[in-house]
């Protein structure tokens, strides 16, 4: 966790280099973490699963490649950031493979279009293509269901674009009615904004009636996400006199809660595992206790409960310098240079000039808290 939060921060104070040394040593110590430790799994039992060393949860890691993909392009190493780019697209197709049709995180829209156009930026047409149609499937099918989050218009004109230059026929007329200049280049603006909101922690406390009239607690704690709506940012922009409008494509912190939704039957069982587990070790202990002294199974015993309790803890733990949500604004648009102007809730967040080249793809990246 403390490599990827201060990879995270680097990434946005423009320390590329050091960034990428630290998203690396994280997704190290992910691939050591999956030889996982006996003791410290048996030590959760008897205790919590903060004990065990954090494992980042799917859309984390592969938000991992995300951040480097860009850090090399930011760096002008387009070669490394496709190869990011290409194990954005090997994680998610593990994932299709391990949940298949469960519900749970196992694609996503968004990094399928990040993918696809960093491909594209690299002359690869074919996979910029497979990467684009994976995102309008998946727009289409979950996030539309899941998020409320319709198929994006630039993802069907990036799909449009990049089967002109490949000669690859679609027959969809909802793609095949896109009229595309190819003079034309194209202006992408990435919007992070927010911090993903922080996960909590809830609790049930269950009485029992041991022998002797004493009282016992067994408590089962389990994490969750608030119910939390974002806010999305009032953003205006001009290129030139064009205006710049910006739509809400990765709502991190919805995938986040439905993510653990999904997870939750398997949380409360291996939480009711460790009350069980907890239960049955203080019983044992004091039966042998009461064999010598029946005041000092009592005394220990209560003691023992009340430890239990209060080491009964959910894993809440989380990146927590993600954003809350990504935007993108795209525009298509002739060449020449043009003054850009960006405006964030009321902050003017970017002035520059940008010059657009027919066919070309100009890419920026903002963080807005």
Avoid at 34 to 52: G, M
Wanted: glycine share 4%.
């Amino acid at each position: 966790m403390y490599y990827l939060e201060l990879a995270t921060v680097q990434h946005y104070e423009k320390s590329y280099k050091k960034s990428n040394l630290n998203f690396e040593k994280a997704e190290n110590l992910i691939e050591e973490l999956y030889t996982r430790s006996l003791t410290r799994q048996t030590a959760s039992l008897f205790t919590s699963e903060n004990v065990k060393p954090y494992r980042p949860e799917d859309y984390e890691k592969v938000l991992i490649n995300y951040y480097r993909a860009f850090n090399y392009f930011f760096l002008d190493d387009l070669e490394d950031a496709v190869v990011e780019a290409r194990r954005v697209d090997e994680n998610l197709e593990k994932l299709n493979e391990k949940y298949k049709n469960k519900n749970a995180y196992r694609d996503d829209a968004f990094m399928e279009f990040v993918s696809g156009i960093f491909h594209e930026i690299n002359g690869e047409y074919n996979d910029a293509l497979i990467s684009y149609r994976r995102s309008f499937t998946t727009f289409r099918q979950e996030y539309s269901e899941y998020f409320g989050i319709h198929v994006p218009d630039f993802v069907l004109r990036s799909i449009k674009r990049t089967s002109l230059k490949t000669g690859i026929e679609l027959y969809d007329e909802s793609i095949d009615s896109i009229k595309i200049n190819p003079d034309y280049g194209i202006f992408i603006t990435i919007l992070e904004y927010g911090l993903i909101p922080e996960k909590k922690e809830a609790y049930t406390d269950l009485w029992i009636n041991t022998s002797g009239d004493r009282t016992k607690i067994i408590r089962v704690a389990i994490p969750y996400f608030p119910d939390t709506t974002i806010n999305l940012p009032n953003v205006s922009g001009k290129l030139g006199k064009i205006s710049l409008d910006f739509q809400e494509v990765e709502p991190i912190y919805k995938i986040a809660r439905k993510d653990l939704e999904d997870k939750k039957t398997r949380i409360i069982a291996k939480a009711l595992l460790r009350a069980g587990v907890k239960y049955g070790a203080e019983k044992k202990i004091e039966d042998e206790l009461k064999k010598k002294s029946e005041n000092l199974s009592d005394v220990l015993g209560s003691l023992l409960n009340i430890v239990n309790v209060f080491t009964e803890r959910a894993d809440t733990r989380q990146w927590s310098t993600l954003p809350a949500t990504i935007l993108v604004c795209y525009k298509e648009i002739p060449p020449g240079n043009y003054p850009l102007t960006m405006i964030v809730n009321g902050d003017s967040i970017l002035i520059d000039t940008i010059r657009i080249n027919s066919g070309e793809i100009n890419l920026i990246k903002i963080r807005k808290f």
